[in-house]
């Protein structure tokens, strides 16, 4: 066995104390959490600081970093734990524009450490058995719906509509690493409405066509209003066929036959492979979910809807 | 001296006349072109015709193709040519989405074709020498002022307005082109202000602010409407000195003294470059101008401003 790996986890909040903690406690073989720094969260029995900069500092032996703070403050914060010699993960999405990932990525390779951008949802359980489904039998047409009421999964969270925070693509683009992971061929956009509140910079809603060099259509709509029948689906139609992955990648069904999965554990997966990252002295940066949204918002069509109030 | 290689030039339109035409005949030892494909337009004495796939059809002895229509249309032009075994030239931008063009770069590796995604402002005679003097002299802030009358240098050109024409970037991505050349170190944007007419789908005016790892601050103006003082001027302040960059890379002062440059011939060594991939198996596909371009509509404030009638 090797040793665990000090870890040390940057920006407490939400998905620090549901995932983060848990499923680091889970993988003790792997990981040892060190200490954490946040301006105004800490972790029981875990040294805490309000600067990376103290926690570095102060805890030289740290060996990884996990960047959960809002993707509007992470580029900073990588760079000092890269310059540190630190491996770095980065939660999703993994900055707020393509360009700062882009140097995040040369920086590490010149640093000679990990760089993971993660996207916990190709961890979910249904994915890879879709993706092996999807291999040796040809999509012709996709259908995502990805719908939640935003009041209930990030309610009072200001960030989320501030530019840079994505609005209704902080979930949509978890279907994204799905879809980039599952389907046999790249997609690209051909056309895109975004809704926007009229009292807010990030979108509510969004329409979705992309198309692949197969002419593959996949139709996705991404939705937070209240109103909408909740639902985290991908439909994907084959020759001959049908997969459904419904729940977030979670449940998985083949022709309506019900597949037996893993039981749900993505973070701890996610986790996984950043230990197998760390000790092959490698790096996973796919930008394709975020570069997808970039193509939206550039590509897109923008439509006033009715202001959102929390 | 190696045979000239087989051109044909799809999507003839303004640039095409202006541009393509003279600099390869100026380069006819390198090129030689051999057919047109364009719905409307052909080229004297060369054979036209209205569909690529024609094109390609009638003359089997193409070896490579310039895709000049705009954006929109580029990405099937490019992938029927790439599938046929020919050498691509991408206008710029070189596609409507960051993705798409991630996807021709695949297909040209995997067909072993070259694709060259052209930036014709790095061409500029200016540009190669801000670079070298750049490189010597560290940058500490750098301001871009891009600014044109469209209904001067646009009159009329619709596809410009939609969705997928960029609107002033589409001027304002060759500032990007030559920043990202010229500067010694990437940069990524912090913020950005949008004007959008209220009549149109795609931004008049673009305020924009960049840094680096260095921390090197980028200003840059871009802006479209009649109003503005014309002028495409790139101003790099160093330790001890500043740099100018006018006329969209065709002068260059230094510290106050104009420097000897060569005569203005963006599109001759555009193609000189193209032969030169060609001959040597390699491609050329950077992506960081219109990767720029995507962070700003996606990082980028909206704001509503006067309609605009051409």
């Known amino acids: ?73 992470r580029y900073a914060a990588a760079r000092q734990a890269l310059a540190a010699g630190k491996h770095v993960l980065l ?33 979910a359980p249904g994915v890879q058995p879709a993706k092996a489904h999807l291999a040796a039998h040809v999509p012709t047409a996709v259908q995502v719906r990805w719908k939640e009421d935003v009041r209930q999964w990030h309610p009072h969270q200001d960030w989320i509509w501030q530019v840079g925070g994505l609005g209704v693509f902080d979930p949509g683009i978890n279907a994204l690493s799905i879809l980039t992971e599952i389907l046999p ?20 809603a969004a329409d979705l066509h992309f198309q692949d060099a197969a002419d593959i259509k996949v139709h996705a709509e991404f939705d937070w209003r209240p109103t909408a029948q909740q639902g985290w689906d991908i439909i994907v139609t084959t020759v001959g066929g049908e997969l459904r992955l419904t729940d977030g990648g979670a449940r998985l069904w083949i022709n309506g036959a019900g597949q037996a999965l893993a039981q749900e554990a993505e ?15 490698q790096s996973d940066v796919d930008v394709a979910p975020l570069r997808h949204v970039a193509d939206a918002f550039m590509l897109g069509r923008r439509k006033a809807v009715a202001a959102f109030y929390d």
Chains 1, 2 share one sequence.
């Open 1 to 73: 066995m090797t040793s665990a790996i000090k870890l040390a986890i940057v920006g407490v909040g939400k998905i620090v104390y549901d995932q983060h903690v848990p499923a680091i406690a889970a993988r003790a073989d792997d990981f040892s959490l060190v200490a954490t720094a946040s301006r105004h969260h800490t972790i029981d029995h875990i040294p805490g600081f309000t600067s990376i900069e103290a926690m570095l500092a102060a805890h030289p032996d740290i060996d990884a970093v996990s960047l959960c703070m809002p993707p509007q403050y």
């Open 91 to 123: 939660e999703k999405p993994p900055g707020a524009t393509l360009s700062e990932v882009a140097d995040l990525a040369a920086f590490a390779a010149e640093k000679g450490v990990t760089l993971f951008a993660s996207w916990h949802s190709r961890h």
């Open 185 to 204: 061929s790249a997609m690209f956009l051909t056309q895109a409405t975004l809704s926007f509140p009229e009292n807010r910079d990030a979108p509510i």
């Open 267 to 281: 973070y701890l997966s996610l986790y996984r492979r950043f230990a197998a990252l760390i000790r092959a002295g």
